[in-house]
């Protein structure tokens, strides 16, 4: 890919991510925080965030979870590439620490932070998650720790990769009579290439966790696994399922892996 179609794909996922809360309310992301599969992945968090040190949510989007770590007592700040969302989490509550920033280039001094969250954020970047990983490093104090959580390319996502092949060409969506499929660009790392990333920008991976195995199944057949009176959660059938998937293909089926990872001196 040319420099021109990198930055244009980039531009393309900015405004993706834009568009993509628009029609979300803040008290409505803020359910996920009873879902057992979110429960599960705050364990990690509250076991080795700091509660005496500045921590960073670097694309933070609506900031769910800057603003439930914030109501337990962390001090968390955050940052955006786009306005949209900063704008609506200020309107919601003017005094939450949220500001308009890149996680390719934070405007935070060196060895600011004891910790540094990022969600789904490195694989949208067409030029690869080093840059980014690299500005990690920087605001971090040595020793601090950094939680990433990446999507996993699982079984059911390559069960339906035909089809979503398909719905994105853009001779269909013409004949279809949709406009240009307009979705952020996202990459799917292996774990132990990823994994070897961290290492080499300077940090140690301690942990590495399969998460979200009832989501992967909400994404999968939502008609079938999700629960229609929740913003994004798994019915009891998607709960089950996901269970056994947990316990039976554990790698296969996550939608999602977590790293804590820990600046090298």
Not at 9 to 34: H, M, S
Not at 143 to 149: K, R
Request: glycine share 8%; aromatic share 12%.
């Amino acid at each position: 890919m040319t420099s021109l179609n990198m930055n244009d794909t980039d531009q393309k996922t900015k405004q993706a991510w834009e568009r993509n809360w628009d029609d979300i309310t803040i008290p409505q992301i803020l359910e996920i925080f009873k879902y057992g599969r979110v429960q599960k992945q705050l364990e990690i968090f509250f076991r080795v965030l700091p509660k005496n040190d500045r921590i960073l949510e670097g694309g933070c989007g609506l900031a769910p979870y800057l603003i439930h770590l914030r109501s337990l007592g962390y001090d968390v700040v955050g940052i955006d590439y786009n306005e949209g969302p900063i704008k609506k989490i200020l309107a919601y509550d003017p005094t939450l620490p949220v500001r308009v920033g890149d996680v390719t280039a934070i405007p935070f001094p060196d060895a600011h932070f004891g910790a540094y969250v990022s969600l789904g954020v490195i694989e949208h970047f067409v030029e690869g998650p080093e840059k980014a990983i690299r500005e990690a490093r920087r605001v971090l104090k040595p020793g601090g720790v950094f939680l990433v959580a990446v999507p996993v390319f699982n079984v059911f996502m390559a069960l339906t990769a035909p089809s979503r092949w398909l719905k994105s060409r853009k001779f269909l969506r013409k004949l279809m009579g949709k406009g240009e499929d307009n979705h952020y660009w996202e990459q799917y790392f292996d774990r132990r290439k990823l994994a070897a990333i961290f290492e080499k920008e300077g940090f140690e991976v301690r942990e590495l966790h399969a998460l979200d195995h009832s989501h992967a199944l909400v994404s999968f057949l939502p008609s079938v696994f999700r629960d229609k009176g929740s913003y994004d959660e798994a019915n009891s059938l998607g709960l089950r399922a996901g269970a056994w998937c947990v316990k039976n293909l554990r790698w296969a089926t996550a939608a999602q892996m977590t790293y804590v990872c820990y600046r090298k001196p």
